[in-house]
């Protein structure tokens, strides 16, 4: 089950630098059509769209799936997410040049694709047009990419979402919204960065880490002070209820004051104390968890390190039998005759068990030979689509590829034609 959003990009450098992470951290899995290393991508969008009266310089869409179908641990299930993400690129805009990145850090730590497509028909020399919405358009029989995305879902056997009337509000999907480099924009990313933190396990974790913000150094000058007020409503509908507000250094006069102010709730979801409270008790239960991962890690250690002086004191001091097999093996040979057949019959008509065991005695839980089986063919169905859906990937990289190779060679080639045809009417 997934879901999609748009945003128009005006900067796909900007967009490209936030979904790689400044250290091009971020992206688990990542497929694109420009061969080069992170800023390639937004080079090309911007060469193929600054001679033009283009506003927008890609479309950015965020493709989010369920981990009750795809496990945000597993290398395999992330790999397919991203296959279906670029699969979604080619079927909306299979002329143009996309990349594909997968995040397991957002929220819930569900998987989820950050799509990036230039602005540009690769075939027709053209601006996008289509899957600019959420949901179809009966104008011009446009379609939304809600739309695109449920036919592939249904297609791959994956399940489909019921209808949603709104859009998600969490930070990735509303930073567009504000102006690249601008105040608003600024506080919403320090925000994020903040509540990613994993130190940021209560309000107070989450006011350390954004005061750690402030002393670190920008363009040679410290980063503009930020700060998180916290106020209670007296009065609305709201009343009783807690609101953060974010200050920040109002250094440019965007605001004509000395700090520039802002709701959280006006900037994202994901930044009122309800939405803040899902990060912290992420964090609050990864911590815990590491904590009962090393204590278990010092338990099994003071085992290993008894167990050994255990064994070391046996072998001075001779009194303890090391070979306890020799014992029984020698009171199996004690044993009368008859009694041994009997338990070889026993256990041959039980096909491997116990006397017991093969009298109809319950000693646990016997094993489900129909589920198991079941397991085992949806485990190897499952295994064979992905293979699938990326050998698919892979068919519509390469055909993306050779196309665009083939467009290239018959620009150069009518270049050719045109100088030569130049140069004849000069001779």
Known sequence: MSTTHYSPSTSAADTERYIRGKEDERGVAVTCDVPGGPGAFSARARALTQHTKRDVEALHYRQSFSDEEFDPKSPEDVQRVNDLG?????????????????????????????ILVINHNNRTGKALSDYRTFHDRKAGNQRGVQSANDELMREHGLSVVKRLEHAPKDWELRREDFAEGGLDREMGDRMSAALADPRAVDKAGLEAVIE????????????????????????????????????????????????????????????????????????????????????????AAERAGRAAAAARQSGDDGGVDLDPRRRRGAECEARPAGRAAEEARGVREGHGRGDDEAAGADHGPAVDLLALQRRVREDREYREQA???????????????????????????????EESHSYDRSM
């Open 387 to 417: 293979e699938r859906d990326r050998e698919h990937a892979r068919r519509i990289r390469a055909e993306s590829r050779r196309r665009e190779a083939e467009e290239r060679l018959a620009e150069l080639d009518r270049r050719s034609a």
């Open 212 to 299: 750690e913000q402030n002393q670190r150094l920008g363009d040679d000058e410290r980063v503009p002070r930020m700060r998180l007020h916290t106020a209670v409503s007296k009065r609305g509908k709201n009343v009783g209820k807690e609101t953060w507000t974010l200050y920040i250094e109002d250094r440019r006069g965007e605001s004509g004051r000395a700090e520039r102010r802002k709701r959280t709730s006006a900037l994202s979801a994901d930044f009122t104390p309800e939405g803040a409270q899902a990060f912290f008790d992420y964090h609050q239960q990864q911590k815990e968890q590491d904590h009962e991962r090393s204590a278990r890690s010092i338990e």
């Open 86 to 114: 670029y699969l979604l690129a080619k079927r909306m805009h299979p002329d143009s040049d996309c990349l594909v990145l997968t995040h397991v850090d957002g929220r819930g730590r569900k998987p989820h694709n950050h």
